[in-house]
């Protein structure tokens, strides 16, 4: 760290401990601590032990509690409040990305687009890549081109790059719809991409640290931050190039008197969606921002229950075959795999984070008890009744068929994209996410290439844990996977030969 930062975060910290001293709140502070002065201790618990603090919090006061952080306050609503959080106006999830994710800093483009006024990006997502067969071959065209990069054929066990080796596959799968056949299998588009998505949250993460009012110079500084900044232009470029070069395809097409060539991505959906008033680059990096973390850690959490079940994988097997082979490669066989949405969901309930629907309060708002949240501040609501075994019996333990048997029974919310008064997950209301069909259509497709093509398990000694960070869940990065491609002629026939 250079002297000069150095100097900024002691003046930073001093600062902010000051300015985030404890405010008049009208819900009680569950991390109050003597003597914590500059707010560390409140911060360490918070980060440390969160699930105690919200059910043991909400359950003493019956109603909103409050918790301090370094970079502010968040009030913790209950969960029996969720639906009045999902219609109020007044709650808003753009406002919170400003606040809380800076979108407006030079560099952090991707952010903006994404949670701008323009409504393009988010119409876009949820008309074409949502619900499309379209997308559907694209996508197992890449993915068996990712699998052979990233996994190989060998059909002798051996390891992957956790992180790496799934993340690639996400987002291979991902740009194939979002950026075309161009740049897709690009080796340096992905590394610009994925290394712009890791910059920003990093970015974001470090300016947490700074009191609000420095940050519009703080950001000139950090390095994370001047990454970002870096790499728009050169996307923009690049994407620039692309959308050039096919517009002389077109042209060209044109003069010989040829039918024009078709692009079915987002690239070029959103050329003709947005008469040009977003920057096509910028478009793909928030594309990317949004769905590539994501995505990629639902993927591993899945990964992580598959090797644990082993019991389930013929099963699921039998499932991806009968749908492919009925309905090819399209969204009807990937609806129609029911069990493998009922894993995935039970993945999803044991891998989330204790909170959901964060909001920021556009002005002061009455709860149904009548006491006010305050214009300003920042709510979330707890989730961890995802883990009520009144909801969930034995809602510790993995149980792939529990979705599929509620589904059965008659229950029209426990699909995988669905959400309902105990699970909001992918949030919900006006703001809930728009890119859920699409990223479980990926995960439907990157799991039938897995259990036909591979068998997989952990190396010798591995045990993942999930890792608590705060109010979020992460799945172990340390995970040692190692995998061997199937003897299968028949799951080939389908899914691509090996080399
Ligand atoms: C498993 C993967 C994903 C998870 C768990 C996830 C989760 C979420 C959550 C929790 C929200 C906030 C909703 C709320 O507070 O009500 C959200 C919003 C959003 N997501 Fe996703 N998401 C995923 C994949 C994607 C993908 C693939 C895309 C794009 C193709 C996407 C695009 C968005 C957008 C644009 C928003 C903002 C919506 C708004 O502000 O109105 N997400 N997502
Ligand atoms: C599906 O994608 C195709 C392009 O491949 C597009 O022409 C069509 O409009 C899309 N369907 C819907 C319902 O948006
Ligand atoms: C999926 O993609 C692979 C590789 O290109 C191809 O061989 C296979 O036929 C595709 N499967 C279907 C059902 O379209």
Redesign the pocket.
């Known amino acids: 760290m250079s002297a000069q930062l150095f100097i900024w975060t002691a003046f930073a910290v001093l600062i902010s401990a000051y300015l985030l001293r404890p405010k008049r709140t009208p819900f009680p502070i569950v991390n109050k601590y003597p003597n914590d002065f500059l707010g560390r201790r409140a911060a360490r618990e918070a980060q440390e032990n969160a699930r105690k603090l919200i059910t043991e919090g909400l359950a003493k006061h019956q109603g909103p509690i409050a918790i301090n952080l370094l970079h502010g306050q968040k009030i913790i609503l209950p969960a029996s409040l969720a639906g009045w959080v999902?219609s109020n106006k007044d709650l808003d999830?753009?406002q919170l990305?400003k606040d809380d994710y800076f979108a407006g800093i030079p560099g952090f483009e991707a952010q903006s687009v994404?949670?701008g006024d323009d409504e393009t990006?988010?119409r876009l997502?949820i008309t074409k890549?949502g619900q499309n067969d379209s997308t559907m071959g694209v996508m197992n065209e890449s993915l068996a081109r990712g699998f052979r990069a990233l996994w190989g054929d060998d059909t002798e066990w051996h390891a992957i790059n956790w992180h790496q080796d799934t993340g690639g596959i996400i987002a291979r799968a991902?740009s194939s719809v979002f950026v075309g056949p161009e740049l897709a299998d690009d080796g340096n588009w992905l590394g610009l991409v994925q290394g712009y998505v890791t910059s920003y949250f990093m970015a974001v993460y470090d300016l947490h640290a700074y009191p609000a009012w420095t940050r519009s110079i703080v950001h000139w500084f950090l390095p994370n931050a001047k990454a970002c900044r870096k790499t728009v232009p050169q996307v923009r470029a690049i994407v620039n190039d692309v959308l050039r070069k096919r517009q002389d395809e077109v042209d060209q097409a044109k003069r010989e008197g040829k039918s024009a060539p078709e692009y079915n991505d987002a690239l070029a959906w959103a050329q003709a969606a947005s008469k040009g008033n977003i920057e096509p680059g910028d478009l793909q990096l928030?594309?990317a921002m949004?769905?590539f973390f994501?995505?990629a850690?639902?993927f591993r959490a899945i990964l992580v229950d598959i090797v644990r079940h082993p019991e389930l994988v013929e099963p699921l097997r039998k499932e991806v075959w009968e749908q492919i082979s009925a309905h090819g490669i399209s969204v009807a066989a990937a609806n129609n795999m029911v069990l493998l949405d009922s894993f995935m969901k039970e993945s999803?309930r044991l891998s989330s984070g204790l909170v959901?629907?964060?909001?920021a309060v556009l002005k002061d708002t009455a709860l149904p008890d009548g006491r006010i949240l305050p214009r300003g501040s920042q709510i979330m609501v707890d989730s961890t009744n995802i883990w009520d075994s009144n909801t969930y019996p034995n809602p510790d333990q993995f149980d792939g068929y529990r979705f599929l048997r509620k589904r059965e029974a008659g229950d029209t919310t426990s699909q995988f994209v669905q959400t309902s008064q105990d699970f909001?997950?992918?949030?919900?209301?006006?703001?809930?996410?728009?890119?859920?069909f699409?990223?479980?259509n990926?995960?439907k497709l990157a799991l039938a290439h897995i259990l036909l093509k591979y068998d997989i398990r952990f190396a010798e000694g591995c045990d993942p844990k999930p890792i608590m960070n705060g109010f979020y869940a992460m799945v172990d990065p340390t995970v040692r996977l190692e995998v061997k491609r199937r003897m299968d002629g028949a799951a080939e026939g389908i899914l691509g030969e090996r080399s």
């Open positions: 999902k999830h753009k990305v994404l949670h990006p988010k997502i890549l991902a928030s594309l949004a769905a994501t995505t850690e639902m999803q959901v629907l964060e909001r909001h997950v992918f949030g919900g209301g006006r703001h809930i996410c728009p890119g859920r699409f990223a479980s990926e995960l």
